[in-house]
């Protein structure tokens, strides 16, 4: 099964994208996650990419593409992109890469959530330094405050989770990434989800519209 991860920052993509992941037994493929590791590492990717992930601009395509088509290959065909694609080149860009191996995509799930919500949820989401694990202080605290309740490991702010980054990001991603929903709609792969509510019954209202 191939499947995109569609929605605004903070709708709650990799939440989501980890949970269907696991049950379906596909590879994850996050472009942010990839690059906030290698921004971690100090390699010539992160580098390149640091400048632009703090800002909350997108990252340039050549880029991007070229880091995509590498998670993809050792995915082995069967993948949830998450955080990918992003505008309109990097999607076509996909799907020229799928063709040119009989592939295609499965459906786009798109999680909608309004603004207010997405900066409530950003401001107040804590990340473990160590595993990656993903809190919310308003939503899903850690059981011990600072800590990760998986590792042990301290929490973190993402240093674009500020509230002037994030209504940046939600700018780019209102002229950049909404049209694709558009996009994929006229091909028939959008199903959309409401993203409000419980984490559980979000996961349930995607599991029933991938049935
Ligand atoms: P990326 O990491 O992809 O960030 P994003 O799209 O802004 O999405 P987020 O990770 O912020 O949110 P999410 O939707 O995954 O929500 P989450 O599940 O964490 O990209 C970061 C940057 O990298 C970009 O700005 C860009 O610079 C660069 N980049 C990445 N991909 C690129 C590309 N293709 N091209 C160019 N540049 C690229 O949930 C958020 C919070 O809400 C958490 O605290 C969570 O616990 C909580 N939460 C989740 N679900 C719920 C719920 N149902 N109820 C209450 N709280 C919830």
Redesign the pocket.
Same mark, same amino acid.
């Given at each position: 099964m191939r499947v995109v991860?569609l929605?605004?920052?903070?709708?709650?993509?990799?939440?989501?994208?980890?949970r269907l992941s696991a049950i379906l037994r596909i590879s994850k493929i996050?472009?942010?996650?990839?690059?906030?590791e290698s921004i971690k590492r100090g390699d010539e990717l992160g580098r390149k990419?640091k400048v632009?992930?703090?800002?909350?601009?997108?990252?340039?395509?050549d880029?991007?593409l070229a880091l995509?088509e590498q998670l993809i290959d050792e995915a082995g065909g069967r993948f949830l992109l998450?955080?990918?694609?992003?505008?309109l080149n990097?999607a076509k860009s996909l799907d020229e890469y799928l063709s040119g191996r009989d592939w295609s995509l499965d459906r786009v799930i798109y999680?909608r959530?309004d603004r207010g919500?997405?900066v409530n949820?950003?401001s107040?989401?804590? +990340?473990c330094s160590q595993c990656g694990a *993903? /809190?919310?202080?308003?939503?899903?605290p850690p059981t011990v405050e600072g800590r990760c309740d998986k590792c042990g490991g301290a929490l973190e702010q993402?240093r674009?989770?500020t509230e002037d +980054?994030i209504l940046r990001?939600l700018d *780019? /991603?209102e002229r950049e990434?909404a049209p694709l929903i558009a996009y994929y709609a006229e091909r028939g792969l959008v199903e959309e989800i409401d993203?409000?509510?419980?984490?559980e019954?979000?996961f349930e209202r995607i599991r029933r519209a991938l049935e």
């Open positions: 991860f929605g605004p920052p903070g709708s709650g993509k990799g939440t989501q994208a980890e996050s472009t942010g996650d990839a690059l906030r990419a632009y992930v703090e800002k909350g601009e997108l990252v340039p395509d880029i991007i995509v998450d955080g990918f694609p992003r505008n990097q999680l959530v919500e997405i949820r950003l107040s989401r804590r +990340v *993903v /809190y919310n202080l308003i939503y899903n993402r674009d989770d +980054v990001r *780019v /991603y990434t993203g409000t509510g419980a984490v019954e979000v």
